[in-house]
């Protein structure tokens, strides 16, 4: 299985600023995920996180808003710019195992913006 | 195109009742994938079961059970004797393969209460 760390699991941020978030894997993965959750809803998927390349964005998610950096096969950032009170969620890291099994997500970070 | 549905929003039962969560999903795809996820108040998502599309055997895993049926796209989950700690969000997730990895999308969930 896959140790997924992510940090910070929780913060307070002010309207207009920017929060980067760090996914760091405990071992090598193919693929990794940036979800959003907000307030009791299900899971979107904002991008796919590519080794050296840009990052592949979903329909209404864009790299100004959501840069994503993943330098290697067990790292990977989301910048969450310009925040504003509706960005205000739960972040996922998520990575798929090797030999495409399973899916496994980081436990999170909280970010509420005020 | 990709979607997933649970219709159940809330389920609210009493312990050692047997529950079904509905999972209805669509695709235009042969090769799918399709995942059970758990998420208790504490927030982390607890991975339950993963199925590939050309695999209909049901699964049993102690009191959990998988109802999977390709001829209404359907994906159920059953929980045999439930307890308090099962009360949590139930989400099923389906994945399909596009260019460079593969996609996955979640339903709404399912809310179940289990009372003691």
């Known amino acids: 299985s896959a140790v997924i760390s992510q940090k910070p699991s929780r913060d307070i941020c002010q309207r207009g600023t920017s929060l980067t978030i760090q996914c760091q894997v405990d071992?090598?993965?193919?693929?990794m995920f940036w979800y959003r959750q907000q307030p009791g809803q299900s899971l979107t998927l904002i991008a796919t996180a590519n080794q050296g390349s840009e990052a592949t964005y979903e329909s209404g998610f864009v790299i100004d808003k959501f840069p994503i950096s993943r330098p290697n096969l067990t790292f990977s950032t989301l910048t969450v710019s310009n925040m504003s009170p509706e960005d205000s969620s739960i972040y996922l890291c998520s990575v798929v195992s090797l030999d495409g099994n399973t899916i496994y997500f980081g436990e999170g970070s909280w970010l509420t913006v005020v | 195109a990709q979607k997933v549905t649970q219709a159940q929003t809330e389920i609210s039962v009493v312990e050692k009742e047997d529950v079904t969560l509905d999972c209805v999903y669509e695709t235009r795809d042969t090769t799918y994938y399709l995942f059970w996820y758990k998420q208790p108040p504490s927030g982390e998502l607890v991975f339950l079961i993963r199925?590939?599309?050309?695999?209909?055997q049901n699964e049993i895993s102690g009191r959990y059970s998988w109802n999977f049926q390709k001829s209404t796209s359907s994906f159920n989950f059953t929980i045999t004797a439930s307890q308090v700690v099962d009360s949590a969000v139930y989400f099923c997730?389906?994945?399909?393969?596009?260019?460079?990895?593969?996609?996955?999308?979640f339903g709404a969930g399912t809310r179940l209460f289990v009372k003691a």
């Open positions: 199925r590939n599309s050309f695999d209909e």
């Open positions: 997730a389906l994945s399909e393969e596009r260019t460079g990895g593969f996609k996955t999308i």
């Open positions: 071992s090598q993965v193919t693929m």
